[in-house]
């Protein structure tokens, strides 16, 4: 998940919208992030994370979840290969909890050096790595003995595909038992936004392929579980609420997504803009705030 999109000034369709990238990064960090906080707090308090833990956090994004997790005292690596944005956001994050004294090592814009240390806070240890789960390499450290994956799957066509090659990568760098954390959205009939992201769909066509929303089947989670040979050990539902203090922050807010990148490119970012509003009006309260209730799902599995 990305950020706030820019229209185009002569959208048309099939062009591909213009994103002011940092724009979108805020977006997603100040405003929507926050939405699954109530799934990593769910998670953590479930493994009982704490001193002790190691984790590696794929697709980690501005590091909301690794701020959490080094709270508790875990020591945390984030790992991401999209958007040099959020990670940015991530190191200054996680710097931000630093005790200050001179000499402070600051997070490197791409991977550490083999050995290298990382950055202290008031909790665990953190490091930031942009690249794949094997830049995140250390030989001199213990090995991770959690591993999350907390980008929901069930919203998009073929995201279910995407975390096997993460996983697949991450999984030598985990101890034989660590837990493996999958994350994805809950049955549509209990997700309010199912219906607010189904306008990306209808607006994107013909672009309805790749990137197009899809409703989240029973076993999306099992599923990925079984090809990446991940040993399921128990699951949850969490309830995640999306809630917005008015209706141009949960547009801004799902916009930052990028669910709805191709609905811009097909049909412009005015219409987009329109039909949004559309769709988030029968879930604005009387004192302009908006309020989706949502329902998440996690799987816990093991390294075999």
Not at 20 to 49: C, K, N
Not at 84 to 98: D, G, K, N, Q, V
Not at 218 to 241: F, H, I, M, N, Q
Request: some cysteine.
């Amino acid at each position: 998940m990305t950020p706030t999109l820019v229209r185009q000034h002569t959208p048309h369709a099939g062009a591909a919208p213009h994103v002011d990238l940092r724009a979108r990064a805020r977006d997603w960090s100040e405003i929507q992030e926050r939405m699954l906080v109530p799934l990593y707090e769910a998670v953590y308090e479930r493994l009982d994370l704490g001193d002790g833990t190691r984790m590696l956090g794929l697709e980690c994004g501005s590091g909301l979840a690794l701020l959490m997790a080094a709270a508790r005292g875990a020591t945390v690596t984030g790992v991401d290969s999209r958007s040099p944005e959020l990670l940015a956001l991530a190191r200054r994050r996680l710097l931000s909890r630093t005790p200050g004294a001179p000499g402070t090592p600051e997070i490197p814009e791409g991977p550490r050096p083999h050995g290298a240390r990382g950055t202290g806070t008031r909790g665990g240890t953190a490091r930031i790595v942009q690249g794949s789960p094997g830049d995140a390499r250390d030989p001199s450290a213990p090995a991770f003995t959690l591993v999350t994956a907390f980008e929901p799957i069930g919203c998009l066509a073929g995201d279910s595909d995407g975390p096997g090659a993460l996983l697949d990568g991450a999984a030598p760098l985990a101890a034989r038992g660590a837990a493996v954390v999958l994350a994805g959205w809950g049955p549509p009939e209990r997700c309010a936004t199912t219906s607010v992201l189904r306008v990306a769909t209808r607006l994107a066509d013909p672009l309805r392929s790749a990137g197009s929303w899809r409703p989240a089947l029973r076993d999306d989670l099992e599923e990925v579980a079984r090809r990446t040979r991940l040993r399921p050990d128990g699951s949850g539902r969490v309830a995640c609420p999306f809630g917005y203090a008015d209706a141009r922050s949960a547009a801004r807010g799902l916009l930052s997504t990028g669910l709805f990148d191709a609905a811009i490119a097909a049909a412009g970012q005015e219409q987009v803009d329109k039909e949004l509003a559309e769709a988030l009006h029968p879930y604005r309260r009387p004192d302009g705030t908006v309020w989706m209730p949502n329902v998440f799902r996690y799987l816990i599995t093991r390294i075999p």
